[in-house]
């Protein structure tokens, strides 16, 4: 008998096995990149009650002292400068560290950087000092002017390559040459390269320092979970409440005779009574234009500052991206970062015109602050500005903070270039880390970065003079200066790396389709939001800067 075509049965079709899931999905949880840090508590533009804001503002007035007053301790004493001397220094750098800041969030990135004394300076001021060192002057005081009056030249006069650098577009072209790959090793170096400035120098006075970290991490980080209340007030402020305390610890040290019969940089780091500037500094001083006197000009002056300008361009580049980050905005675009260094030049050209020591740049210590704290608020950068001008012109009410011992504010660092090399490592989210070729080129430029400045800086002695070492004093100048900065070096090899080794054919592995859109004007309409200019600047400054 034959089957009818009714009574066949359909061949049963076998389901496609299920597809495996991707390798570690099934334990846990994938985060997706976002351009925003979104656990912030205030951002740029969200504002803390006006009593928080004082307060914030205040707190980072104390953050940037502690780099104002080593980088005065560490020149003005080379310069022949006295305790006077020194008081008036700070006054300087904190008078114009205001006046940037102001004009860095109002006109520059608009983004709540602090703008502080730069390290990048000290080399070339250094050589500066260097080449007054055989000269005969009737006194140590006029040695100290005469310094000065050099230093203003050559900060003028270099201050004009930042401004080219800036408003010629020049670094906005380098700037289209960043990917995520660059960006994640300069701004992890930014806070990395600085750990000199961490535990060596609060190692200076141990029974301070250690206890100042440990308990900033304790108050901040541990202590905010037992209440609500507590969680606010500890997250926002416990660094001054910590500074407070471990101040008047050392004030008791001091004064019980701890340090009677310890060595003298022991006394200079540890005692409270040791700094001279509080009966040192006038009640009441205005800086002004030339106040040291005519500047100097000088040929080899100007080239060495000039390394360190350009140092000082490529380490605001870096702070500002963990800026941005920190502050809940997205990556600045390239007309910014343009904007930024040519007012920075501005800057410079001012901080030469009033006599300061050296030149400025985007705080690393103020920018990790903003994680700190979890405010990003424009506002509360703005207002720090007005503890900065009223203490530089009040010298006895600044000397009185200035006189805080370093070993704390070394504490502190430890804290905050840590929170801004961490902020680098989050860029690597726009880009695939799972590519040899990116591991490559993080892992080299990373460790070179800190690799070749700490060469550099080991090979330095004191009056300045590093391993480059020829007949021109302004070429060793500037290229020591270049060689002893981690940002500059580590923006140096990832940019040429990235932009040369399978460039083409890794477009994606590089980030650059989640990284174009932040580099234009209108590639993202968050860049408008962030950064266009306040009131109605816009309509006298040239439509390229905007």
């Known amino acids: 008998m034959v089957e009818s075509a009714n009574q066949q049965q359909p061949p049963a079709t076998q389901a496609p096995p299920p597809l495996a899931p991707p390798l570690g999905a099934a334990r846990g ?66 008078f114009m560290s205001g006046l940037n800041t102001l004009l860095q969030t109002f006109l520059g990135t608009r983004l709540p950087t602090v703008m502080g004394p730069s390290f990048a300076y000290i080399i070339s001021v250094l050589g500066i000092i260097n080449d007054f060192s055989d000269s005969n002057f009737p006194s140590e005081q006029e040695r100290f002017v005469h310094c000065m009056r050099a230093i203003q030249g050559a900060l003028i006069v270099s201050s004009f390559i930042n401004i080219i650098l800036g408003f010629g577009r020049a670094w906005a072209k380098l700037n289209r040459l ?20 961490g535990f060596p120098q609060l190692a200076n006075c141990v029974e301070i320092g250690l206890p100042m970290l440990i308990l900033l991490v304790v108050c901040q980080q541990y202590l905010k979970g037992i209440h609500p209340t507590a969680h606010s007030i500890l997250e926002r402020f416990a660094l001054l409440f910590c500074i407070a305390f471990v101040w008047v610890f050392a004030v008791i040290l001091t004064v019980s005779g ?69 502050a809940g905005a997205t990556a600045p675009p390239t007309h910014v970062l343009t904007r930024s260094i040519g007012l920075q030049g501005i800057g410079q050209l001012i901080e030469g ?63 905050l270039y840590g929170i801004v090399a961490a902020t680098g490592i ?42 480059i070492r020829t007949d021109g004093g302004w070429f060793n100048n500037i290229f020591n200066t270049i060689f ?30 989640w990284w174009v859109p932040f580099q234009h004007k209108k590639g993202d309409s968050r860049n408008e939001e962030f950064y266009s200019f306040p009131l109605r600047f816009n309509e006298y400054i040239p439509t390229r800067f905007m």
Not at 353 to 358: M, N, R
Not at 368 to 386: C, D, E, K, M
């Open 258 to 326: 701890a340090y009677n019969n310890v060595g003298q940089q022991t006394k200079m780091s540890c005692r409270t009574d040791r700094s001279g500037l509080v009966s040192s500094a006038p009640w009441i001083r205005i800086p002004y234009p030339f106040q040291w006197g005519a500047p100097i000009f000088r040929a080899s002056h100007v080239f060495g500052m000039i390394g360190a300008a350009l140092v000082a361009s490529a380490e605001s580049t870096g702070t500002i991206y963990a800026a941005a980050r920190l």
């Open 484 to 513: 002893s900065s981690p940002p500059t070096m580590a923006m140096i090899v990832a940019t040429i790396l990235d932009n040369t080794l399978e460039a083409r054919n890794t477009h994606d592995d590089r980030g650059i389709p």
């Open 178 to 197: 960043f990917s995520p790959v660059v960006i994640v090793p300069v701004v992890c170096v930014v806070g990395l390269g600085l750990f000199g400035r």
């Open 353 to 415: 015109i009033f006599g300061a020591a050296v030149g400025t740049t985007a705080s690393v210590e103020n920018v990790g602050l903003l994680g700190l704290t979890h405010v990003g608020s424009r506002r509360v950068v703005q207002i720090s500005t007005a503890f900065m001008i009223f203490f530089s012109i009040f010298g006895k009410f600044g000397a009185f903070f200035a006189s805080i011992p370093l070993p704390i504010f070394a504490a502190i660092y430890c804290v």
């Open 29 to 94: 949880p994938s985060f997706p990149p976002a351009e925003q840090l979104l656990q912030l508590h205030y951002c740029i533009h969200s504002n803390p009650s006006w009593p928080q804001t004082v307060i914030l503002a205040f707190q980072h007035y104390i953050v940037m002292l502690g780099s104002t007053v080593m980088i005065a301790t560490m020149l003005v004493p080379r310069m022949g400068g006295g305790p006077g001397d020194k008081a008036r220094v700070i006054q300087s750098l904190l």
């Open 426 to 467: 989050s860029f690597i989210q726009f880009a695939n880390n799972n590519s040899m070729r990116n591991i490559y080129i993080l892992g080299l430029s990373l460790f070179l970065g800190i690799s070749i400045p700490q060469y550099f800086v080991m090979n330095t002695d004191p009056a300045g003079h590093g391993p």
